[in-house]
């Protein structure tokens, strides 16, 4: 079974920085695309960012300029860094990965909150 685990959300004032981390673990499993999406209470679930097995990224145009997507592929993590934080970033981030596995399937993280506020 193979698990994806994020880190780094938290607290942080307008116009800060977080740097958050998605790791996948398991065995005799290939990753692909992955993602973050970010989701509020009674929205629909964002994607915010993606980036491809050769490392080709995306971003959805409200953050197009201040957070970055990157991968270390010989760690299996994705990371997100986000820069020029606003108030309306607050949500709950998550990660997301195609994984093959035998079958492909779409996996998810848990979750991780940022909270962007003076």
């Known amino acids: 079974q193979v698990q994806l685990v994020e880190s780094g959300g938290g607290l942080v004032q307008p116009g800060g920085s977080l740097r958050l981390s998605c790791a996948a673990s398991g065995s005799r499993f290939r990753l692909y695309t992955m993602r973050w999406y970010r989701q509020t209470p009674g929205k629909m679930r964002e994607l915010v960012a993606s980036?491809?097995?050769?490392?080709?990224?995306n971003y959805a145009d409200s953050v197009k300029g201040r957070f970055t997507i990157f991968r270390d592929s010989a760690k299996n993590t994705v990371f997100l860094e986000m820069n020029g934080l606003k108030p309306e970033d607050t949500a709950v981030y998550y990660c997301n990965a195609d994984i093959f596995v035998g079958l492909w399937s779409s996996y998810w993280g848990q979750g991780t909150q940022v909270t962007v506020s003076s």
């Open positions: 980036i491809t097995s050769s490392s080709s990224t």
